[in-house]
């Protein structure tokens, strides 16, 4: 099974500035590495899909990167809306996991 | 618009028998494969099963042997039969569209085990 470790595991962050969220895999994934934000009490979102492909309707403040082993998922600018848990997920090999989740407050 | 929407979960007793139900409505059903994913109470994401297009069924170790996804294309509905449950899977339940980059979400459904 791949261990997918995010960190930080939390992070307090003010409007407009720049998040970065890692991701590293116990071992390699290739591309097949993807990024979710969920908000209390809705349904998971795609944000990415294979490390650093964009989503229609997804705003372009959110980019992802990365390869192999270590990913970075990024948001500029950050605004208040995007106050969540984001989560990356490795379909490389079942068994298909997810990190632990990095949850983000805004100040 | 794809809508799937999940049923079937409930308090169940440990060891005891569920099974869910995800109807999927929007898109050609039968084209797609489908995935169960869960959510323990706030923890994270879980992946659990998938059935492909063509009917091949993978699963999560913690859920093999317990666990059967299954789909009836006629009723573009996908399910997933779970016996001997344990206190460990008491979670929300989602159902999603395809196997790999997961879109499209159901609401969930609560699967609670407990005496």
């Known amino acids: 099974e791949i261990v997918l470790t995010q960190s930080p595991d939390f992070q307090s962050v003010t409007p407009k500035e720049k998040v970065t969220i890692t991701c590293r895999a116990s071992?390699?994934?290739?591309?097949?590495l993807h990024w979710y934000q969920q908000k209390p009490d809705q349904s998971p979102k795609l944000l990415i899909k294979?490390?650093?492909q964009s989503i229609s309707g997804v705003p372009s403040r959110f980019s992802g990167s990365g390869s192999g082993t270590d990913f970075t998922l990024t948001i500029n600018s950050l605004e208040a809306e995007d106050a969540a848990t984001y989560y990356c997920?490795?379909?490389?090999?079942?068994?298909?996991?997810f990190g632990q989740g990095t949850k983000l407050e805004i100040k | 618009e794809v809508q799937l929407l999940e049923s079937g979960g409930g308090l169940v007793q440990p060891g005891g028998s569920l099974r869910l139900s995800c109807a999927a409505s929007?898109?050609?059903?039968?084209?797609?494969?489908m995935s169960w994913l869960r959510q323990a109470p706030g923890k994270g994401l879980e992946w659990v099963s998938v059935?492909?297009?063509?009917?091949?069924?993978y699963y999560a170790d913690s859920v093999k042997g317990r666990f059967t996804i299954s789909r009836d294309n006629s009723k573009s509905t996908v399910y997933l039969q779970m016996h001997s449950l344990r206190d460990e899977d008491t979670a929300l339940y989602y159902c999603?569209?395809?196997?790999?980059?997961?879109?499209?979400w159901g609401q969930g459904t609560l699967v609670t085990v407990s005496s």
């Open positions: 071992q390699s994934t290739g591309t097949s």
């Open positions: 999603a569209k395809d196997q790999w980059e997961f879109f499209y």
């Open positions: 294979y490390a650093s």
């Open positions: 059935i492909t297009n063509g009917g091949s069924t």
């Open positions: 929007g898109f050609t059903f039968s084209n797609y494969a």
């Open positions: 997920h490795q379909t490389s090999s079942f068994q298909y996991t």
